[in-house]
């Protein structure tokens, strides 16, 4: 069910940068080659058609997931124990039994950093690879992408799926949209219940303006001057924007559909979980189908763990072993590995770029309350498809976790990674002023 309003309905020498994954984890990789972009990638066209970011709101503990430490003391190690993967050297938590069964299909980078230890922050710098402050505050990942992509097609170019922008109690992370290129840049939020069903908020001050009175063209008129002037009240400057996807998604069957999970077999909405998570995922692998060219799948739009009246992210300062036996890990298990297989056997990996991450990790020493607090200096992140090399791990981190033995990847390096695979060069970036001094992973393109 959908409502629209109210209306329902390679590297330097040696050996080869695959030979390496292959390796696992018993050999760091080197990273950080400045981008040099040929022509000869534009002339062949991007290796991802679509971007899908699993944002992982809150952070979560990666020696408690994907980077344990076996070896370190007690109170680091904490009490999971750790279990083989399909990736040589390489070991979780577990925690994580299925997506160890699928190591083989994504990579595992160990070495990120962030400069900020606040969630807004952290957010903002995860998702544009700039501070928030001093400002202008920079385009989110997704808002470049779409913008080089431009809006072809009746869905929007950029989508965030999950309960609406991404927050902490205090406050919105500012890089979630257009930034500098302004609102009209900003990701359509798509809402979506543990149900399946999704609510299209940015269509609210749309009401009125249905399928059927679309063939009515006297009372369209009058009801899109109505809208006109409640999207003026609301401070929406980019009228035509707004009218174009109002009248995208409802005129057009196909459009609407692919938000609807209802089309699903039971079978696949089960696999998924009738949960808010699995739900999201669902719908974010219908919208990878329909080529939408940026999809933010948001676990959480909050980061508080357990407050109540929020949404169970991943920020666990208390009860952090609890709630990642009992709820977190089990989820995630069931949905990753279900969204990734799906996209595989569909064919879509082929050129869908999935990037699993965070804005920070969690502290490798757990704190007096029996949990762990922010952790900048080192985290995680998962990488599939779009001709990524699979099967392996990036980087390594020291033997507690705290820090990165090998190169660590900054934001910056994300959103640069992300842009070259999606089919910027040096040259467009440059064009729009965006991500400048940024380094590509080398070992994803």
Known sequence: MINVGQFRSR?????????????????????????????AQADRGPRAKTVLLVWLWGAPSHLDTFDPKPDAPSEYRGPFSTIATRTPG??????????????????????????????????TVALTGFHEKPGPVQPNFGAIV?????????????????????QDSVRIVEGYGGGTFGKAWDPFQVVVKNDGSVDLPALDLLDGITPARISDRRHLLGQL????????????????????????????????????????????????????????????????????????????????????????????????????????????DRVLPELMTDLQDRGLLEDTLVVVISEFGRTPKINPRAARDHWPQCYFSLWSGAGVPTGGAIGQSDKLGEHPLTTPITPLMVGTTITELAGLTTQDRAEVNVLSGGTVIDEFV
């Open 90 to 123: 390489v070991r979780f938590t577990d925690l994580l039994p299925r997506m160890a069964s699928i190591s083989d299909r994504f990579a595992l980078a160990r070495t990120h950093v962030s400069s900020q230890p606040g969630h807004p922050d952290a957010g």
């Open 146 to 166: 779409a913008r080089h992509r431009g809006r072809t097609g009746d869905l929007p170019p950029f989508l965030s799926v999950g309960r609406g922008v991404i």
């Open 225 to 332: 001057d109505v809208a006109r002037r409640r999207l003026e009240a609301a401070g929406i400057d980019d009228w035509e924007r707004a009218y174009q996807m109002a009248y995208g998604l409802l005129s057009n069957p196909s459009a609407r559909d692919a938000f609807d999970v209802t089309r699903e077999s039971e079978a696949t909405r089960q696999r998924y979980g009738h949960t808010h998570f699995g739900q999201s995922a669902l719908v974010a692998r219908r919208l990878v189908e329909a080529r939408v060219p940026y999809v933010q799948l948001n676990w959480s739009q909050t980061v508080e763990a357990i407050t109540p009246n929020y949404d169970f992210g991943w920020d666990t300062h208390i009860y952090n072993f609890e709630m990642l036996m009992d709820r977190h890990c089990p989820l995630l």
């Open 11 to 39: 590297t330097c020498g040696g050996p080869s940068r695959r030979s390496f994954l292959k390796m696992g984890a018993s050999l760091p990789l080197l990273m950080g080659r400045p981008d040099l972009s040929s022509g």
